[in-house]
């Protein structure tokens, strides 16, 4: 089993929070969860950073219990597109419901006719080109997950959470923290005291 580190050692980018970074510690016992939270630099949180945290059950009430208001603040906030192209025609594409069972429920479509006016019906997976793409997972769960983990769960304490295997809680592990990674170096941050160091 891996070793447990103390998540209050890490500070993440919290996709939860605007342009925030934060700690928590958080017991060890995944079902009985005490936080104290910081924020970065060791400081206080002020009020206007406390409000615009999204506390997990705001995320389960007002996001994850409806599938079409989670799709809706999946685009909102630039996790899955809000218009997409058709590869083949360059047209915009529909949103429609998907006629196959998939688990997402819905899928870009574009009918085309072409040649001697036969119609070729184009689909395309609404996780296409997002965090959500290749993944088994729901896109509620691949939320859930990512809430964790900015809140600084551990891989562990994840799994246990939303009953998952050990190669998917290694796998998005490694994606939050690759995600993570990209941002930091694209977007410019200030880190550390007196001797900033700036990252463009």
Not at 31 to 40: K, L, N, P
Not at 120 to 128: A, G, T, Y
């Amino acid at each position: 089993m891996p070793k447990i580190r103390n998540p209050a050692k890490k500070q993440r980018f919290c996709p939860f929070m605007k342009g925030y970074q934060q700690q928590h510690s958080i017991t060890k016992d995944a079902s009985c969860q005490t936080e104290h939270i910081v924020g970065s630099y060791h400081r206080r949180r002020t009020s206007d950073e406390e409000e615009s945290f999204l506390t997990y059950e705001q995320l389960r009430t007002n996001v994850l219990s409806d599938y079409g208001t989670l799709l809706e603040w999946c685009k909102d906030n630039n996790l899955i597109a809000r218009r997409r192209s058709c590869p083949d025609c360059g047209r915009d594409m529909k949103w429609k419901k998907s006629t196959d069972g998939r688990s997402d429920k819905y899928v870009w479509r574009c009918r085309q006719r072409i040649g001697g006016g036969k119609e070729v019906l184009k689909e395309v997976s609404i996780r296409e080109g997002s965090v959500f793409a290749d993944s088994n997972l729901t896109i509620a769960e691949i939320i859930q997950f990512m809430y964790w983990w900015s809140c600084g769960l551990t891989q562990t304490q994840i799994r246990q959470q939303m009953d998952l295997s050990r190669n998917t809680g290694c796998s998005w592990h490694s994606k939050c923290r690759d995600i993570c990674d990209f941002v930091i170096m694209k977007t410019p941050h200030k880190i550390g005291g007196k001797w900033t160091l700036h990252l463009n």
